[in-house]
């Protein structure tokens, strides 16, 4: 009886035999390399995700503490008498809303510039001017979230800063570009003033080299209700 025929392997196909321990191993290998691959690829998808609903969240509450606070008129009468310097705010606290209406961008401020508050909204740099006050304010945000719409803001638009103290507006002045160890642009002399800061240029990927400074000036009736500064007798330590 003749030898059973051999099954040709098809025309430019290898075949590769792993043999020992390492071809026991290499299937559960695989597998461990495309679950894991599975897991980053998800969790990639669903960081933005939970970055835009932490967000969306952090407007709606600061909204609602911003609206509870006027209502019950508890913030606006013992404010000016506190030096800022006295008592220091939590980092991620509301302070206020910030408002560009020819670009449509309305945020609530928070307190602080660390990554987990400006992940949530935009934030107030702190040792700068406080909202109501005549300092120079310093409010930051990042470039691909929160003041995306900055790339667009022209000399002349109207910026609407809000608090339980009121309305206060502002004209844009100028808008430059700065080092980062630039911060000078923050000084409590150039105010009364706001002065905000991200990131430039607003498509770079990684670290971005310079900052983007937006200066803007209290119009006439905004300048005259501005309470004055209290002296804290410390200047303002750079970063």
Request: glycine share 10%; charged share 20%; proline share 6%.
């Amino acid at each position: 009886m003749g030898a059973a025929p051999r099954t040709a392997a098809p025309t430019g196909s290898m075949i590769v035999r792993v043999r020992g321990s390492a071809g026991r191993h290499l299937p559960r290998a695989l597998r461990w390399v495309h679950w894991g691959t599975l897991v980053v690829g998800v969790c990639l998808l669903a960081w933005p995700l939970f970055v835009s609903a932490e967000s969306a969240f952090a407007q709606w509450s600061g909204e609602r503490q911003l609206a509870q606070a006027v209502s019950q008129e508890t913030i606006v009468t013992r404010a000016p008498q506190v030096p800022p310097n006295a008592t220091r705010l939590s980092r991620g606290s509301v302070l206020g809303k910030f408002e560009v209406p020819r670009l449509n961008l309305s945020y609530v401020v928070l307190e602080g510039t660390d990554n987990r508050t400006l992940d949530k909204s935009i934030g107030h740099v702190e040792g700068t001017g406080m909202i109501g006050a005549a300092g120079n304010i310093g409010i930051a945000g990042h470039r691909n979230t929160h003041f995306r719409k900055l790339e667009w803001i022209r000399r002349g638009d109207e910026i609407v800063l809000s608090s339980t103290s009121g309305s206060f507006r502002y004209r844009v002045e100028w808008i430059r570009l700065f080092q980062p160890a630039d911060v000078e642009v923050l000084d409590a002399a150039h105010g009364p003033a706001l002065t905000l800061v991200t990131c430039f240029p607003f498509e770079y990927v990684g670290s971005a080299p310079l900052r983007f400074i937006v200066r803007a000036l209290p119009e006439e009736e905004t300048r005259a209700r501005l309470r004055p500064e209290p002296s804290s007798g410390k200047e303002r330590s750079s970063e």
